[in-house]
């Protein structure tokens, strides 16, 4: 936008009764100056040392013991990173069939197996053992708690099987292939 649009939208704006934004910047890179800025504590000073309005009661009070004021924020939040993530995206990347069916489950008490794993690695890491054999360490525990469910499952659903002959029933025929 050329410097004359700029002025024109400007003067528009102040016409209509509208202020720029805090900080917008003007022609030629200059800020807008604003008296108003900052906290209800510094704009309610200003407004009594310019005589626009008489001092308020609590005004004495806030200025001997002002509010708490938070560091600004510079727009962009920094991520936040656990010592374990490396070694889950690793693991994610090793397993990757275990990101959908080893989701969270909200009402279980089991830990995700991605973190299990992460945290084992660090575990032994912390014990001295180098990384590549932590990790191989910890996949092995991984694989071996995946076989022993998997067996698990088999056998309960043999027991089941076998109920459901003892007691003379059907399963759904849509289960059948489970």
């Known amino acids: 936008m050329d410097d004359l649009q700029h002025k024109r939208r400007i003067a528009l704006r102040r016409r209509r009764g509208r202020s720029l934004s805090d ?5 030629h890179g200059r800020r807008e100056m604003s008296y108003m800025r900052g906290d209800l504590l510094t ?22 013991a002002p509010p708490v004021t938070f560091p600004r924020v510079d727009g962009k939040i920094k991520k936040i990173e656990m010592p374990e993530d490396v070694y889950i995206k690793k693991f994610f990347k090793k397993h990757p069939d275990s990101l959908y069916r080893d989701a969270i489950k909200i009402s ?18 912390e014990q001295g053992v180098s990384e590549d054999y932590a990790m191989a360490v910890a996949d092995f525990e991984y694989r071996k708690e995946k076989k022993a469910k998997k067996k ?3 056998e309960l659903k043999e027991i089941a099987r076998s109920e459901e002959s003892i007691q003379g029933t059907e399963r759904n025929p849509i289960l059948q292939k489970f």
């Open 23 to 27: 900080g917008e910047v003007l022609a």
């Open 43 to 64: 704009k309610t000073r200003k407004l009594v040392k310019g005589l626009a309005k008489p001092a308020p009661t609590w005004l004495k009070a806030m200025e001997e």
């Open 152 to 154: 698990a499952y088999k």
């Open 108 to 125: 279980g008490f089991d830990l995700p197996p991605a973190r299990v794993f992460a945290w084992r690695v660090l575990e032994l890491k």
